[in-house]
């Protein structure tokens, strides 16, 4: 049986909850996977982290007000909790052969998207920005790497977020087109692949898209209840 072995909030509203237990170290994750865990109710959050050698995952979830099931799970989780996980699920997963990586996101899809950034290594060229609402919520990237930049929407929603496409807009890539993973809400998510394929010229089949949340559909996608 898996348990919680640490919970701790690596930004204002990011908590991290690590599991262990030995089923955990047969586990087969690509970067930027999703487990899907009974909170009682089936629910899927990003995996920050796999160990196999220290059987344990660790999950980053972004706790928001809507107050669904998994979301209170996660803010009453307690250290020695049991937990129900199923076998890990991607919806994307890296390109290597990729002459540069493009990660764009809000905060529920920077989880998994650094995951894959980190997995890449130092050398692999990469671009991206990630949007929150403050500096506050903005998920601290592996250590090692420069962080890529974020932009924050304060008050303005984050559904169809014109702040994120805005900041896509405006950066700076290299002409020819490598791949993009783009994780978040729903229709953000439509409309930066809409900029990327249209004004920008990038292959639709190179724009990989991961809708985490949708507004008043709970349960729906990978990150958000």
């Excluded at 701790?8 to 955990?24: C, T």
């Excluded at 894959?116 to 990237?141: I, K, Q, S």
């Excluded at 700076?172 to 994780?183: E, F, K, N, S």
Aim: proline letters at 8%; hydrophobic letters at 40%.
């Amino acid at each position: 049986m898996t348990r919680v072995r640490a919970v701790s909030d690596v930004a204002a509203h990011i908590r991290q909850i690590e599991l262990i237990g030995p089923e955990l170290r047969r586990l087969r994750c690509r970067p930027g996977a999703h487990l899907v865990v009974q909170v009682p109710q089936r629910r899927v959050y990003s995996l920050w982290r796999h160990d196999p050698g220290a059987a344990s995952v660790t999950l980053r979830i972004a706790l928001h007000d809507a107050g669904g099931p998994g979301c209170t799970w996660a803010r009453e989780v307690a250290v020695g909790d049991r937990v129900t996980v199923e076998p890990p699920r991607s919806k994307i997963t890296l390109d290597e052969t990729a002459s540069h990586h493009l990660f764009i996101g809000d905060e529920t899809g920077a989880v998994p998207l650094l995951a894959m950034r980190a997995a890449l290594g130092h050398e692999a060229p990469t671009y991206g920005v990630f949007e929150t609402t403050d500096a506050a919520n903005e998920v601290p990237d592996f250590g090692a790497f420069t962080p890529l930049p974020w932009v924050h929407r304060g008050g303005a929603s984050a559904v169809a977020s014109r702040v994120l496409l805005r900041a896509v807009q405006e950066l700076t890539l290299p002409a020819r087109p490598g791949v993009a993973y783009v994780a978040g809400e729903s229709d953000t998510c439509r409309l930066v692949q809409r900029h990327l394929v249209e004004q920008r010229g990038w292959p639709r089949r190179a724009v990989l898209l991961q809708p985490q949340w949708a507004a008043g559909r709970p349960g729906f996608g990978a990150g958000r209840d």
